[in-house]
């Protein structure tokens, strides 16, 4: 019995009905002439028949490559072999004499310094890499990005009393000295009064003109 996985049809949208329609009638008509003989023959021709009639009416999906796994730049490399030097010399430590631990030890020391020191120096090359590709995800569009980060399900039973949520809602949202008056603040610099009175007339009918002009 054959493993191999056959194509994918490339099956039309359910909302076209002309084409299933005529599918589905001369389907009937096939099968009606070419199914014959005991029950396991029948539903292994019906299987073949229905996927070569449609393969040859609607034709197959091309297969989608997959995306090949990014290489490990120079400074990954580094990390994972200093990894490996590491676990070396932890069996190294256990087997080895006291005075080889000593050694091994400000060994092991120095190779977890220069670890750590390449391992951020790696988060912050990816969180800037990161930030790229928000960035231009959101110039791309605002709302599209906006969306995935606030129009996500939630899931979770609450089990704080409302009574607890909305005391706590209200000491931080709330202020009661909100209604006095700030007063002057020593640090603002008084205005100096204008020197040009405020023309407070409504507008002459030359003025609307000109704007209506200029508009135009």
Same mark, same amino acid.
């Not at 005529?22 to 199914?35: C, K």
């Not at 220069?114 to 990816?126: F, I, P, V």
């Given at each position: 019995?054959?493993?191999?996985?056959?194509?994918?049809?490339?099956?039309?949208?359910?909302?076209?009905?002309?084409?299933?329609?005529?599918?589905?009638?001369?389907?009937?008509?096939?099968?009606?002439?070419?199914?014959?003989?005991?029950?396991?023959?029948?539903?292994?021709? %019906?299987?073949? /028949?229905?996927?070569?009639?449609?393969?040859? *009416?609607?034709?197959? $999906?091309?297969?989608? &490559? +997959?995306?090949?796994?990014?290489?490990?730049?120079?400074?990954?490399?580094?990390?994972?072999?200093?990894?490996?030097?590491?676990?070396?010399?932890?069996?190294?430590?256990?087997?080895?004499?006291?005075?080889?631990?000593?050694?091994?030890?400000?060994?092991?020391?120095?190779?977890?310094?220069? %670890?750590?020191? /390449?391992?951020?120096?790696?988060?912050?090359? *990816?969180?800037?890499? $990161?930030?790229?590709? &928000? +960035?231009?995800?959101?110039?791309?569009?605002?709302?599209?990005?906006?969306?995935?980060?606030?129009?996500?399900?939630?899931?979770?039973?609450?089990?704080?009393?409302?009574?607890?949520?909305?005391?706590?809602?209200?000491?931080?949202?709330?202020?009661?000295?909100?209604?006095?008056?700030?007063?002057?603040?020593?640090?603002?610099?008084?205005?100096?009064?204008?020197?040009?009175?405020?023309?407070?007339?409504?507008?002459?009918?030359?003025?609307?003109?000109?704007?209506?002009?200029?508009?135009?």
């Amino acid at each position: 019995m054959s493993t191999t996985r056959t194509p994918k049809i490339k099956w039309p949208k359910a909302s076209e009905k002309a084409p299933w329609k005529q599918f589905d009638e001369d389907l009937d008509i096939i099968l009606e002439s070419s199914i014959q003989g005991p029950v396991h023959r029948k539903v292994h021709t %019906l299987t073949t /028949l229905v996927y070569s009639v449609a393969k040859v *009416r609607f034709g197959i $999906e091309e297969a989608k &490559k +997959r995306k090949e796994a990014p290489k490990p730049n120079r400074r990954q490399h580094r990390i994972e072999n200093l990894r490996r030097e590491i676990r070396q010399l932890k069996k190294q430590y256990r087997n080895g004499s006291p005075m080889q631990r000593r050694g091994l030890s400000q060994l092991r020391d120095t190779l977890r310094t220069q %670890l750590k020191s /390449l391992r951020r120096a790696e988060n912050t090359r *990816r969180k800037a890499r $990161e930030r790229t590709r &928000k +960035r231009a995800a959101f110039t791309a569009s605002p709302y599209k990005f906006a969306k995935t980060l606030l129009d996500k399900e939630r899931s979770g039973t609450l089990e704080t009393p409302i009574e607890e949520v909305e005391k706590y809602l209200h000491d931080t949202h709330s202020n009661v000295n909100r209604e006095d008056a700030l007063g002057d603040c020593d640090r603002i610099d008084p205005a100096l009064p204008p020197e040009t009175p405020l023309v407070t007339t409504e507008p002459t009918l030359g003025e609307v003109k000109d704007v209506v002009k200029k508009v135009r």
